[in-house]
């Protein structure tokens, strides 16, 4: 991988990440709610995007993990900058649409933004799900290069639908690893960036791997983690994460999102791109672009900082 660290490569980083997540939640969709075994007795391993599953979705459908993540994009283009409750808008206005998928937790919260105009859900022990955690690429983006507007904004629209500590711990260490990732540097030095998440939330730990990836946020983080970590492209960890079954739409998209930062556009597979509709992928292109216009980072064209440590 090329280190370079100007504009350009990570507006690049910045695409590939946006259409990793939607990417990855195609090529997950169809095994979701399946267990590895049954997905190798019914496929075997799954290398291509093939729709189907509970929500007989056809090849290169999208679900909720993309469609929420748009929302959030949408809003922050439309009102120029950070909006909770444009954002809070454009969830009632998707889930008026009635979506295919949508989680239960997403739904609650959405919908007492309508009933009740309530922009933070009240703590809940059991919300302790990926939801806010899928949607979290434009948010990453928008804050590029503030840390403390990171942890803001993060913490606002997951508490839209998820207000529980172990989901805003997730949502801001996945956060990190993809500002760090845009930047160009190595995966040591994103594991090292994870020992904040794990030194303070033991249950994050990926090593050993247990093998579950449900909609428990630390499942899905630590499936995610695990084989990001433990691949050498996108394409392999994509296919690792979503053959692991369970949640497989969410973790898809995390990993993609997570993987298309770290490993650019290069890394994404021609032909799972071709899957996805043209202007969908258009339009997430244009969006990644706006959202990194409207964040704290003033591209210069000049290389970003780096520390020699940091690029090891």
């Not at 392999?236 to 650019?264: F, H, K, P, W």
């Not at 997430?284 to 990194?292: D, G, N, V, Y």
Request: proline share 4%.
């Amino acid at each position: 991988m090329t280190i370079t660290g100007t504009a350009e490569d990570i507006r690049t980083r910045a695409r590939a990440a946006f259409l990793g997540v939607a990417v990855g939640d195609a090529l997950g969709a169809g095994l979701e709610f399946m267990t590895p075994g049954e997905i190798r007795s019914k496929h075997g391993t799954v290398r291509e995007i093939i729709g189907g599953g509970w929500l007989r979705l056809k090849p290169g459908q999208i679900t909720d993990d993309t469609e929420m993540s748009l929302c959030i994009a949408r809003a922050i283009d439309l009102k120029g900058g950070w909006s909770l409750p444009g954002i809070a808008e454009a969830f009632a206005a998707w889930l008026r649409t009635k979506p295919i998928d949508v989680g239960d937790t997403c739904r609650r919260g959405i919908r007492n933004y309508m009933l009740k105009g309530v922009l933070e859900s009240p703590y809940n022990q059991w919300d302790a799900g990926n939801g806010a955690c899928m949607r979290m690429l434009p948010v990453a983006l928008c804050t590029f290069g503030s840390e403390n507007l990171l942890e803001d904004y993060a913490l606002q629209q997951a508490h839209l639908t998820h207000n529980h500590p172990l989901s805003d711990a997730a949502c801001i260490a996945l956060g990190r690893l993809v500002h760090l990732a845009l930047l160009g540097y190595s995966k040591s030095r994103l594991r090292r960036e994870l020992e904040e998440l794990l030194t303070n939330h033991e249950n994050f730990r990926f090593e050993p791997y247990h093998g579950l990836a449900t909609a428990y946020v630390v499942d899905t983080m630590q499936t995610v983690f695990h084989h990001f970590f433990k691949t050498r492209d996108f394409e392999s960890c994509l296919v690792e994460t979503v053959n692991q079954g369970g949640d497989a739409d969410t973790t898809g998209a995390i990993a993609g999102m997570l993987a298309g930062a770290y490993y650019g556009m290069e890394g994404i597979p021609k032909r799972w791109l071709k899957k996805i509709d043209k202007n969908l992928l258009e339009e997430i292109s244009t969006l990644a672009e706006r959202m990194l216009e409207l964040s704290p980072y003033l591209f210069s064209g000049q290389a970003a900082p780096f520390s020699a440590s940091d690029l090891s």
